[in-house]
């Protein structure tokens, strides 16, 4: 029972560079998030999809893209990394996106240099 | 979205009952209070939500008051494993709004 999966759990960039994250969730939920922890921050929310097909900005989308694969893959891309977005990020799901708990994967730690 | 306040930070000898309050003024009707707790490295996990009046789960108690401009978590004999941070939030079907603050960090020690 896998839960939430993100790869890669590390990853380091230079300046410029591209790279997209990857999530996976096998609890058959509608709804997945992606939110970014800066140190001694809380979570920001950066996307989220209420479902397949659909994605919505969050606080801070600016940088990030992202492509809901299908129900059960969520993918963040960083076009053009940029040291401001050195940070731990964590995707989530949920069953339909509002009240009920999230589920969080471990996260995955970015650094840009 | 609420917005919600809680301490940034808390102590705690091994074997206490400790309580988190939140507090959340402009709670909305529909508004649930929710907990997560979060362990270095580690996404945050769900513990326990409630509308109003008391909910205890294997993990913890949540206390609402009738107003609910208010909560208060309550972790009974908390261990060293406890140590971790609590987020607060109040939220009504609106996750695309979803955002949780800084939290309360406990730091449990013998």
């Known amino acids: 029972n896998a839960g939430v999966t993100q790869t890669p759990k590390f990853q380091v960039l230079k300046t410029g560079q591209s790279m997209t994250l990857q999530c996976a969730q096998d609890?058959?939920?509608?709804?997945m998030y992606w939110y970014r922890q800066d140190p001694g921050m809380g979570l920001r929310l950066i996307y989220y999809?209420?479902?397949?097909?659909?994605?919505d900005k969050g606080e801070v989308p600016n940088g990030y893209n992202v492509s809901r694969l299908n129900k059960r893959e969520f993918s963040l891309r960083l076009e053009s990394a940029a040291p401001s977005q050195t940070s731990v990020y964590f995707c989530?799901?949920?069953?339909?996106?509002?009240?009920?708990?999230?589920?969080f994967g471990s996260g995955t730690q970015l650094s840009v240099l | 979205l609420a917005k919600t306040t809680q301490p940034i930070s808390m102590d705690s000898y091994e074997g206490q009952e400790v309580n988190i309050t939140c507090s959340h003024n402009?709670?909305?009707?529909?508004?649930?209070i929710t907990w997560y707790q979060q362990f270095p490295s580690q996404g945050p996990r769900f513990i326990i939500q409630?509308?109003?009046t008391k909910v205890t789960n294997e993990v913890a108690s949540l206390f609402i008051p009738a107003d609910r401009k208010s909560s208060t978590l309550s972790l009974p004999r908390v261990s060293l494993s406890d140590t971790a941070v609590y987020y607060c939030?109040?939220?009504?079907?609106?996750?695309?709004?979803?955002?949780f603050g800084t939290g309360t960090r406990l730091q449990v020690t013998l």
């Open positions: 989530a799901s949920s069953e339909a996106g509002g009240d009920e708990k999230l589920f």
């Open positions: 609890m058959n939920h509608n709804s």
């Open positions: 999809s209420a479902s397949e097909g659909t994605t």
């Open positions: 402009n709670i909305a009707t529909n508004d649930y």
């Open positions: 409630g509308y109003k």
């Open positions: 939030l109040a939220l009504t079907g609106t996750a695309s709004k979803l955002t």
